[in-house]
């Protein structure tokens, strides 16, 4: 059965939120807290979190994920990215996951490694109304080209180079709904 390592994206300097958004409270859990919650580690082979945060690496490792240190953020989410893939590239594949989405339930991830593992040569993600949105788990045959990308360029420069590689898991749209800012957050509250 083919492996799956895991990568959450959490050292994003957060301009338009103002602050840490990762550290704020969504219904009486951070979001981080959140993020970490919807990850099913039992079905997976290695889960890291890469951050430039304090308070998330705590959470992460008292959550039993490995942490990442990214010291240069300012470099975009191709070096999150690649310190991530780094660390899990023994894996056949790896999922991607942002850790600003509060609303993304385990039981979607869980559907979308199943999917992933009837087609494990292919790019699987959550969508809804066929919009593409996070997470993204990659087979290995893509790990050279991810590792590759530079700047605030992620895994989507990549899909859209393989749009027939690219299958799809529908799931309810506030699911996919992320957090830039305090008015999103507070937007998406009635959806719990």
């Not at 990214?70 to 942002?98: D, M, W, Y």
Request: charged fraction near 20%.
């Amino acid at each position: 059965m083919p492996t799956i390592g895991c990568v959450i994206m959490a050292a994003g300097n957060a301009k338009r939120y103002g602050a840490n958004k990762l550290t704020a409270l969504f219904h009486g859990r951070s979001l981080i807290q959140r993020s970490l919650d919807a990850i099913p580690t039992a079905h997976l082979e290695k889960t890291v979190v890469v951050t430039q945060y304090e308070e998330v690496a705590a959470c992460a490792a008292e959550s039993g994920f490995s942490v990442i240190r990214n010291p240069h953020p300012e470099l975009g989410i191709s070096q999150s990215l690649r310190l991530g893939l780094a660390e899990t590239s023994k894996c056949s594949g790896v999922l991607f996951a942002v850790a600003d989405q509060p609303l993304l339930r385990r039981e979607s991830v869980e559907a979308l490694l199943a999917l992933w593992q009837r087609h494990p040569e292919r790019i699987a993600a959550l969508s809804s109304g066929g919009q593409r949105g996070n997470p993204c788990l990659f087979p290995a045959r893509f790990f050279p080209e991810l590792m590759e990308l530079t700047g605030d360029r992620g895994g989507s420069a990549v899909i859209r180079r393989h749009p027939e590689d690219l299958i799809l898991l529908e799931v309810d749209a506030a699911e996919l709904a992320d957090v830039d800012t305090p008015q999103a957050l507070a937007a998406i509250s009635p959806h719990l």
